[in-house]
């Protein structure tokens, strides 16, 4: 778990919208991310979405002391392949921001993308 580059993650869009920057490039605007993937942890059981479908699954929720959900986004990013989690932690009132850098998908570039949940 590493916090990168969350107080950046969100920049100016177009019109009214913001868009969502990479948490782990560094010093540049990185604003070409792919969704891979949403999960929704409740208390012993997990939903994801992703390029596949719809699964549900018996599983405890991740967090220390279970008393929220969970919610993991997964993104995968153009320019150097980063790849990660972004989670949003309910925890007694309050939504935590955290943030997990996973294995580089690859240095970068369109062909070693992982496969979006779903685009036209
Ligand atoms: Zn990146």
């Not at 560094?26 to 994801?48: E, F, P, Q, W």
């Not at 929220?68 to 939504?95: D, P, S």
């Amino acid at each position: 778990m590493g916090k990168g580059n969350l107080e950046k993650l969100i920049v100016p869009g177009y019109g009214e919208d913001y868009l969502m920057n990479c948490p782990q490039c560094k010093g540049y605007k990185a604003v070409n991310i792919h969704l891979i993937s949403i999960k929704v942890y409740r208390g012993t059981d997990a939903t994801t979405i992703n390029e596949k479908g719809i699964f549900v699954e018996s599983i405890p929720n991740p967090s220390p002391g279970r008393r929220g959900a969970r919610i993991e986004i997964e993104y995968n990013c153009e320019q150097e392949g980063h790849h990660g989690i972004i989670a949003l932690q309910f925890h007694k009132g309050e939504v935590f921001i955290q943030h997990e850098e996973l294995a580089k998908t690859a240095e970068g570039g369109l062909l070693n993308l992982l496969d979006d949940i779903w685009r036209d």
